[in-house]
């Protein structure tokens, strides 16, 4: 009976501190006396070679010492699809490239962090996938790194499902609607059509469509010098580079963003609330320039 009891307990400590389990938005994989295109070269390589697909590359705020690359793979595609809120956001992640002096800093968005804040309770359905996927991640970028070192302020993992920033503030399930269409691929058309035009001086970072489940992700930079990514990520800290760019998704014929006040909060989850006023106008700056794009 004492063995069971000491079972019962330690398994109930097992528990909690998995319930308890504090999770960083990002992962730094090291740092290289490379040029940021050696690595970035060398990076991108190193995805393809194990199978991730490279979506897109840029530079944020049009800064030559910041870059970021985007990437998926197929089964963690087309397993995040199968959650029909929004779930294509967690099919794209990101590394980010930092230039600081004759160093250059790689670092990448946890698939956990994201996978749990996107996913909500849908997260351990797919668990298994999503196991392998970062551990694939990481396995692979070791070519270039060897810290895997988490960063950038920790949320609880079984807080992430339903995080917000403060009382009041945007959830996940609060997205922000930018245009109703006449179809899907009115839509799709429209969209791309301005990212290559590049209205409100943005950029098409890459683009992500799911033709038979009528879904499309766009990642958009947003290079407006007064209030796009040269005017408020110095504020909040490029040390976060690897959550741009940032998104529209179009379900069917809806175009949606995530609420800024969320999406920002979410990357930078240990953003103090006098930093966060300082970008006050930023979500309500993106939503514009967003739905403008939907024009």
């Known amino acids: 009976m004492r063995n069971i009891f000491i079972c019962v307990v330690t398994l109930i400590a097992f528990g909690s501190q998995l319930i308890g389990q504090e999770i960083s938005p990002y992962i730094k994989i090291g740092e290289t006396q490379e040029t940021i295109q050696q690595a970035s070269d060398k ?3 190193t995805l393809k070679d194990n199978s991730f697909a490279i979506l897109g590359a840029y530079h944020p705020s049009n800064k030559s010492n910041l870059k970021v690359i985007t990437f998926t793979r197929s089964d963690l595609k087309y397993t995040v699809i199968k959650v029909k809120d929004r779930g294509a956001l967690a099919a794209i992640y990101k590394i980010g490239l930092i230039k600081d002096g004759d160093k250059v800093i790689m670092s990448y968005t946890n698939p956990e962090y994201i996978l749990r804040a996107y996913l909500g309770d849908h997260y ?3 668990k298994s996938t999503f196991v392998k996927f970062s551990s694939d991640l990481e396995a692979a970028l070791s070519n270039v790194g060897t810290e895997f070192k988490p960063f950038g302020g920790t949320v609880a993992a ?3 499902k339903k995080y917000h920033y403060k009382i009041m503030m945007p959830y996940f399930t609060d997205p ?7 179809s899907f691929e009115e839509g799709l058309a429209t969209i791309e059509s301005n990212l290559k035009a590049k209205k409100g001086n943005t950029k098409m970072v890459y683009k992500l469509v799911y033709k038979s ?3 499309a992700v ?12 040269p005017h408020f990520l110095p504020k909040i ?10 998104e529209i998704i179009l379900q069917g014929n809806k175009a949606t963003i995530l ?3 969320y999406r920002i909060a979410l990357h930078w989850p240990d953003l103090s609330m006098g930093t966060f006023m300082k970008i006050m106008s930023t979500p309500g700056d993106i939503e514009d320039t967003m739905e403008a794009l939907c024009q």
């Open 43 to 45: 990076i991108i390589a």
């Open 158 to 160: 079984d807080k992430l």
């Open 218 to 229: 766009f990642g958009v930079g947003l290079q407006s010098r007064e209030d796009g990514e």
């Open 259 to 261: 609420h800024g006040k």
């Open 213 to 215: 489940s009528e879904v």
């Open 176 to 182: 922000v609607e930018l245009r109703e269409f006449a």
């Open 237 to 246: 800290g490029e040390a976060h580079v690897a959550a741009l760019p940032y």
């Open 124 to 126: 351990n359905r797919y």
